[in-house]
C-alpha cells in the first residue's frame, strides 16, 4: 500500500482540484444532457397528443372522411410507440452529445433528420404490423410538423439558458495550444464565437524549436514554454492539449502524450501537415490496418442528399413560379434598352466537372465578350443600365431556378464558374477542385461575404470549403435569407 505523507499534499492538490472542475463539468454537462432528454420526451409526448386532436377531434377531421371512429384509448399504443421511436431516433442522431449542448444550428439539424425519418420509419412499422386502428397517414404527417416546431421551440428557450455565461463556462473545455500555423490561426477563430462554443483557448505555449515564422497575435496569452508544460496545464486547468507544431520529434511527442494521461487532459493533434478537407478527416480501417484519410463529408451522405434536393426541388418550383413576372418585367426592360435576346446562356463547370449551360437575364450589351472574358469588375462599362441594377439585387440569376429544377444547381452552393476561367486554378489555387465534389448554387457562402466577381480567389474558395465541410440543414435557409441582405462586392 502507498502511503500519503503530509509532505506530497502540495503537489497533489493542485491535481485534486483540477480532477474536481472536470469532475464538475461532465457531471454538469451529464446532468444536462437529462434535462434535455426529459424535456424533448415531455414535449414528443405533448406534441404527439395534440396531432391526435388535430386529427380526430378537431374540425379538421371533418374533412377526412374515416372507415371508423379512433377513440383516444385505442390509440394510446399507437402513440406510445411514435414517442418511443421518436426518442430513440433522436438518440441515433446523437443529439444528446454532450459537445453539442452550446452549439444550437447543428443540434436543430439532427432533430429535423430525426422527425423527418420518424415520419418514414413509423408509417413502415404501420405497414408491417398492421394496427388496429391503423396509423393515419395525416396523423403522422401532422405530428411530424408539431414535433419538429415544438421540440426547437423548446430548445431554443433551453439554449439561451445554456448560453448565460455562468452556466457555458461550466461546460467549456480549456484547450492549451502548443505552437502556432495557419491551421490553429482559423481554429482559434472558429473556436471563438462567444457563449455557443464549446471550447475556450486558454493560450499558446512556445514549442522547442521556437514559434518560427508564425507566432500568436496578442489575442492568445503566451502562457510558456514547452518543457513547462505539466506546470502549465496544472496550473491553468487545462482540459485538452493541442499540438499544432509537428516539428516536435516522435520522442518529444509520446513524451507529451504520457504527460497528458498523468494529468487528466486530452492529448489532440491538428493534422495541418495534410492540407486537406481537415472535417472529413477520419481514422478508419483498411482490412485491418488503421489509416488516416479523407472519405465523409456531410454532403457525402445520401440522406443529406435527399434532403438538400427536396428543398432545391420545392424551393426551386416555388421560386421559379413567383419569378415569373419579375422575369417579364426585366426582360421587357432589357429588351428596351439593347435589342437582342432577354436570356443568355452560359457554359459552366457543375458537380464533379460537369459541363452545364446557365440561365440569366441579359445583363451586359450583346458585343461584350469582343475583346475576350473576364470578370465583371465595379463600374464595367459592359453592363446595361439595367443590368447593374439587376446584379445588385442577384435579379439576373432568376432564372437559375430553372437549373436547380433540372438538378443541375443547387439552391445554395459554391458558385459556378467558367471553365475558361478556371482552367488552371486547380494547379495554382490549393484545392480549387475539392468545391466541385457538389452541386454549385445560385447563392453561396462566399456571396454573402462579398466574395463575388473580381475578388479573392483564394478567400472565396476557403468560404466554398468551409460551406462543403460544415454544411448543416438549417445553414442553407440562413444563407438563403443572408443573400437578400448582404449584396457587398455585386456588380
Not at 270 to 285: D, T, Y
Not at 396 to 425: A, C, T, Y
Request: net charge positive.
Amino acid at each position: 500500500m502507498v502511503s500519503l505523507k503530509t509532505a506530497d499534499l502540495p503537489a497533489v492538490v493542485p491535481a485534486l482540484g483540477r480532477e474536481t472542475r472536470r469532475v464538475d463539468r461532465r457531471a454538469f454537462g451529464a446532468y444536462l444532457i437529462v434535462v434535455s432528454f426529459m424535456g424533448d420526451a415531455v414535449v414528443a409526448v405533448a406534441m404527439l397528443f395534440l396531432a391526435f386532436w388535430v386529427r380526430f377531434v378537431s374540425p379538421v377531421s371533418q374533412w377526412v372522411l374515416a372507415d371508423e371512429m379512433v377513440t383516444l384509448p385505442s390509440y394510446l399504443g399507437q402513440i406510445a410507440l411514435g414517442v418511443t421511436l421518436m426518442m430513440a431516433l433522436l438518440i441515433n442522431f446523437r443529439t444528446y452529445h454532450p459537445g453539442r449542448l452550446l452549439t444550437f444550428c447543428s443540434l436543430a439539424g439532427s432533430m429535423v433528420k430525426a422527425t423527418a425519418t420518424w415520419v418514414i420509419v413509423f408509417m413502415g412499422i404501420s405497414l408491417v404490423l398492421k394496427f388496429q386502428p391503423g396509423i393515419s397517414r395525416l396523423y403522422t404527417l401532422v405530428g411530424f410538423g408539431l414535433a419538429t416546431i415544438g421540440l426547437l421551440t423548446w430548445r431554443v428557450y433551453f439554449n439561451r439558458y445554456l448560453w448565460n455565461e455562468s452556466v457555458a463556462r461550466r461546460l467549456r473545455e480549456r484547450v492549451l495550444i502548443i505552437g502556432w500555423t495557419n491551421e490553429s490561426e482559423r481554429m482559434v477563430q472558429l473556436l471563438s464565437r462567444g457563449s455557443r462554443c464549446p471550447y475556450e483557448i486558454a493560450g499558446a505555449v512556445e514549442p522547442p524549436d521556437g514559434f518560427g515564422d508564425r507566432s500568436p497575435g496578442s489575442h492568445i496569452a503566451m502562457l510558456g514554454y514547452y518543457h513547462e508544460i505539466r506546470d502549465l496545464i496544472q496550473q491553468h486547468d487545462i482540459d485538452a492539449v493541442l499540438v499544432s507544431d509537428l516539428n516536435l520529434s516522435r520522442t518529444e511527442l509520446t513524451d507529451l502524450a504520457v504527460i497528458c494521461e498523468k494529468e487528466l487532459a486530452d492529448f489532440k493533434i491538428v493534422p495541418n501537415c495534410f492540407q486537406i478537407l481537415l472535417s472529413g478527416l477520419h481514422l478508419e480501417s483498411m482490412n485491418g490496418v488503421p489509416v488516416l484519410g479523407v472519405s465523409h463529408l456531410p454532403l457525402h451522405s445520401a440522406f443529406n442528399q435527399y434532403l438538400k434536393r427536396l428543398v432545391d426541388l420545392i424551393g426551386g418550383g416555388f421560386g421559379l413560379l413567383m419569378a415569373l413576372p419579375v422575369i417579364g418585367v426585366f426582360g421587357l426592360m432589357v429588351r428596351l434598352e439593347s435589342k437582342g435576346p432577354v436570356f443568355y446562356r452560359q457554359v459552366r463547370v457543375g458537380r464533379d466537372g460537369k459541363l452545364f449551360y446557365i440561365w440569366k437575364i441579359r445583363s451586359m450589351r450583346l458585343d461584350s465578350e469582343k475583346n475576350g472574358i473576364g470578370w465583371t469588375v465595379k463600374g464595367d462599362p459592359r453592363l446595361l443600365k439595367i443590368g447593374v441594377f439587376m446584379r445588385k439585387w442577384n435579379i439576373d440569376e432568376i432564372p437559375q431556378f430553372w437549373n436547380v429544377m433540372k438538378g443541375e444547381m443547387s439552391l445554395v452552393g459554391p458558385r459556378p464558374e467558367r471553365p475558361e476561367l478556371i482552367h488552371d486554378f486547380k494547379e495554382e489555387i490549393p484545392h480549387y477542385n475539392a468545391r466541385h465534389s457538389v452541386k454549385p448554387g445560385i447563392t453561396g457562402w462566399a456571396q454573402v461575404n462579398g466574395l463575388r466577381g473580381d475578388t479573392d480567389l483564394v478567400e472565396r474558395i476557403k468560404c466554398d470549403l468551409y460551406y462543403i465541410e460544415n454544411w448543416k440543414f438549417l445553414w442553407d435557409f440562413q444563407i438563403m435569407v443572408l443573400t437578400f441582405f448582404k449584396r457587398d462586392n455585386a456588380c
